[in-house]
């Protein structure tokens, strides 16, 4: 879930601490190793994929994962593992880019990064923040500078602010655009339900074969196949 929290220092501009921007031009995406591996929705990671339009990816980002049509978490289409501060159609032509570094307390670290990029087909500059610590712990934030909030962009643009599960069946989002700093919070996945069903077959020689049956669901990836060996007699 995403609500209103206080993440570990709110918003701080990450040239304060010498970090230069990395260019990123529309409809593009660029793969950041952590340090150390941060953990969500259950799952752990080395690589985050951070895309120009002001969402990532927790396991990192190919160009099938780039959209700048937001989506209603959850989806089960692609991208998933999504973590959105700010996903709408944004542009990082002509605009500063993306930042990221790692900051410690001295005790805790988290790998931070900074989108400064611009609405798409103007120069309005967004600028937002997601928190990701690298402590052995879910601990994830978004943080905005209270001074510039992004706002919320025009509606035909769309605006997603939230999280999704690797599956795309777990998710939440606010509604509007953010006001202040929020928090993600997740669980991780546990063992679904069952299925039961029946069927009637007819055996037109003897001997022994098999019935192939599929079912899918838009609750699991892929089709599960169930094959059985039935003997005739």
Request: proline share 9%; net charge negative; charged share 10%.
């Amino acid at each position: 879930m995403i609500a209103p929290g206080a993440g570990p220092a709110g918003y701080l501009p990450l040239d304060l601490f010498g970090v230069t921007p990395f260019p990123l031009g529309d409809e593009q995406a660029v793969n950041f190793t952590s340090p150390a591996p941060f953990t969500f929705a259950g799952s752990t990671h080395t690589v985050l994929g951070v895309t120009s339009n002001g969402y990532s990816v927790a396991g990192g980002a190919t160009s099938a994962d780039i959209s700048f049509i937001p989506q209603t978490l959850p989806d089960p289409a692609r991208p998933n593992n999504v973590l959105a501060p700010y996903w709408t159609d944004l542009n990082g032509a002509g605009a500063p880019g993306v930042l990221a570094t790692v900051l410690t307390d001295g005790t805790n670290r988290w790998l931070v990064v900074e989108w400064r990029v611009n609405l798409y087909g103007t120069n309005e500059l967004k600028v937002f923040q997601q928190w990701i610590g690298i402590n052995g712990t879910e601990d994830i934030s978004y943080a905005y500078d209270p001074a510039n909030l992004p706002g919320a962009p025009p509606a035909e643009y769309g605006l997603t602010v939230g999280a999704e599960n690797a599956e795309g069946t777990a998710g939440s989002q606010i509604a509007g655009p953010p006001a202040e700093d929020l928090v993600v919070t997740s669980t991780p996945a546990v063992p679904g339900g069952t299925l039961t069903y029946t069927m009637k077959v007819k055996g037109v020689s003897r001997g022994a074969g098999t019935v192939t049956t599929a079912t899918s669901t838009p609750q699991v990836r892929g089709i599960t196949v169930e094959v059985d060996r039935i003997n005739v007699r």
